[in-house]
């Protein structure tokens, strides 16, 4: 039992973030695009499932069920090859504040609340290929149920 699709994410970015990220996939497209020799499409963003924290169990005379805060992360990969001083971070501007325009507040239709911000980060910075990657974290309330078959 999946705790949140991920493709709805995948959706919502792709249509609030047309014209700032270029591609939009997820883990494995992430592993792909960063083996060595890759190409990649700058900036792009990649949605992993990166943690789901259990809360209380609801009990009552219903099914069992329990929510979870789950913590989907949008990491950003921009490609900063030749790029100098403070021209990298202005290149995250945009990307970064596109997918936060589109995540935070947002509600997944199978969450119980709407995304909101759990941090940012440099995740790598590979001075081989020049690709720098920012994580977005964001956290979305899901309810797993017992099911009777």
Known sequence: MELLDLKPFQARLKAKTTGVIRDIGFAADFAAATAPGAAIASPSAFIILTGAEPLEIQEGSGPLRQLFDVTVSVLLALKLAG??????????????????????????????????????????????TGVLVYRLDFVARAKIQETFE
């Open 83 to 128: 790029v100098r001083g403070s021209a990298g971070l202005e290149q995250l501007a945009a990307p970064a504040a596109a997918t936060r325009g589109a995540l935070f507040g947002w509600a997944h239709p199978d969450a119980e609340r709407k995304c909101w911000s759990g941090g940012e980060s440099i995740e790598d910075f590979d001075s081989k």
